[in-house]
């Protein structure tokens, strides 16, 4: 009997988690995916309409804008978070002696809320109150900075504050990455003769695949759900020059009531999100097994 | 000058230059806080405050504006304290016994179960907004710190029990395969044997956590109004208000106020707070 009991004891200690993982997020997902073939406004309602709400959302000009933003600020958020978190590693493992000091200074903008940063950056970039008025107050009269009420270049600030907040962490990824570089290699390649950035062009940056692997995961994962910062630096404005596909889905599903083409819009982000780390999930669950 | 030490001196340069652009946001939001609002207009971002004054710290927690109450961000403070506190042990407990069962206790699918739990760790959340929402009301949690207790813990156990399981794989099973040959149970075991030498990842697990849920802001805003939001939503609230003279020294200290309990506890346990990160992003 007591053996019986130690049998299922694992399982029965698993259920209560497994259990609220089923309901809060697979069954919500199915859910949110009913949902977005319905016609629910403010409400939930359970009359189908097939693909009309999907057709209805390609069709929000909206829609077209937070896609459009998406993909300036990804590539842009990722190359950039990269080339300085890969620069400063690389700097930083020249054995520098304050190395403890600048680490810690690199990677404080991770412990910090979005909104808190976003807060910070919204001001420091008002043309009125923040950089471009300083300018001016040490005499250099000409200089504008004013992307952040410009629409064309508002969504560039949100790069650039994105960049501050997580490219210290991609630097923390790959100064460990470079830590964990086969010695022995470098050695050899330095007696062949070969120089300061031909051993890094060669030898060490092709063994950080890993750390650039998942340097890029993350920062995609970021990326496609970024909506504090954007909420708290420009509020997806001026006018709706900085929507990405997570304040869409808010403001139509909170705001403007349009409940149905909130779930069709939050559908395709899992579509996206899911199509990059499903592949990923896949291979590290069958290398563990 | 050799060329070594000049190379030496341009990466010292750059490394220094980068350190003032990380501390930039930092160093105005403390500097602005100290002002009054007369420096303010009258000086520019970057200056140095002419005369320290502790008035807007003290306009920030007593009295500042959230929407229609003017009683300071003090009540959201509490409200994020109230959350984050229960929500951080509730989802790291069932975290290590999960990591425990995947690890030391394996059963025919527990990869699938693995793999269910990894998926549910890089969902976007803007997927589960409208259920969640309509399943507090249902249970009469809406706009309620308890409800947005069990929505971060939900969605915290996909991460906890990643920590968990990574950590007890690298733990020999000979030590687990020899007490059950003596004739410990599966408790004992987990408080005897595996718990005492989990130390460093209840830390990484307790910190990101702690991180992840005092910071957030999509589920306080969409799940909570007025009076029962956490820190984040005030902060907005204040910082996105037009109504009034904008009080940007008010501003930035209720932000600090914001980002202090994460502050502190990177600065005291930043070793764990970058594992974390690193655990969450590098070994999935």
Known sequence: MKKRIQNILPLLVLSPTMVIILVFVYAFIVWTAILSFTNSTILPRYSFVGWTQYIKLWSIPNWYTAI?????FTPLYISISVVIGLSLAIFLD?????EGVIRPIYLYPMALSFIVSGTAWKWFLNPGTGLENAMHNFGWESFTFDWIINSDKAIYTVVIAAVWQSSGFVMAIFLSGLRGVNDEVVKSAKIDGAGFFNVYRYVIIPQLKPAFASAVIILLHLAIKSYDLVIALTNAGPGNSTEMPATFMYSYTFARSQMAIGSASAVVML???ASIFVPYIYSEVKNSA | MSSNKFWRSLIYITLLVFAAFYLLPIYVMLTTSFKSVDEIRTGHILSWPNVF?????????FDACIGISCEGINKYFWNSVKMVIPAVLLSTLPGAFNGY??????FPGHNIVFGLLLFSCFIPFQIVLIPTATVLGKLGIADSTLGLILVHMAYGLGFTTL?????????????????????????????????PSSGPIIAISVIWQFTNIWNDFLFGASFTSGANSPITVALNNLANSSTGAKEYNVDMAAAIYAALPTLVAYVFAGKYFIKGLLAGSVKG
Do not use: C, H, S
């Open chain 2, 101 to 106: 069962v995947l690890t030391k206790w394996r």
């Open chain 2, 53 to 61: 004054t502790t008035d807007a710290w003290g306009k920030a927690w």
């Open chain 1, 68 to 72: 459009k933003n998406l993909f300036i």
């Open chain 2, 163 to 195: 920590f968990f399981r990574n950590f007890y794989q690298a733990f020999p099973d000979e030590l687990v395969r020899a007490a059950r040959i003596d004739g410990a149970g599966f408790f004992t075991i987990f408080w005897r044997i595996m718990l």
């Open chain 1, 271 to 273: 579509l996206t999100i």
């Open chain 1, 94 to 98: 020249q054995k520098i002696r304050i």
